[in-house]
């Protein structure tokens, strides 16, 4: 007869990630990531000014050992740096990276350095206007009531309900998009940014991270196009 030790080994388990390349890779159109605000309503990471928005908590100082944001240059192809924890006493997790907007044939890579050891990933575009997610977000996207009178509020795994994650803004066709360098990508989808992102599993390091963006080119001037964010969490 089994025990428990079958299915629990006594040396434990873990969900954590050690390697960046694990990470679940996704671009959404410019617009297509979301993050529920102050208020309770959904905002875009497209949207205008910092107010309320969806950039606000990744350049409030007193959200920095949580978010950290930065208004990528229009100097190409040298890295940024997004994130640098160079000392902790715990460690923590790398919950996501946020890149900004490019457009086709133009490249942005991820430089992820975990506790010394740098690990770089590359996202490519045929599509105009797509932003890069690393790491676990929530399928899903505005949770307004639908013209049919389906209710698209309040779901768990990131505060989608059934509507609009499974019916209103999930892509129907394969065709619609594709996977380049690991990244999935379907026009018509959302994404949003869950609130509790330590539900997720994450990329755990030990003493030290930093994230740095380099890319090629960019989609526009405008400036939250432009915008870069990490989520972390310190332990």
Known sequence: MSNLTDFFPSTGGSSDITDPKLLPRLQVPSGGLKMKNYYG??????NAGLTYQFWTPFFAANYSESFSGLELSATFNVYETILDVSSSTNGGYLNHVIGSSINNAMTETYKITVDGVATEIVRSTAANGTRGILGWVAPGGNPLVSATGNPGGSGSMGEQGYYMSIIGQ????????GI???FIFSSNSYYTLPNAPWVYPALKFKETLKVEI???GRQTSTTQYNYAGVRHTMI
Do not use: E, L, V
């Open 41 to 46: 309503a959904i905002s875009g990471d497209n």
């Open 214 to 216: 380099k890319r090629s």
């Open 170 to 177: 999930q892509s129907s066709s394969p065709a619609n998009g």
């Open 180 to 182: 380049t360098d690991g």
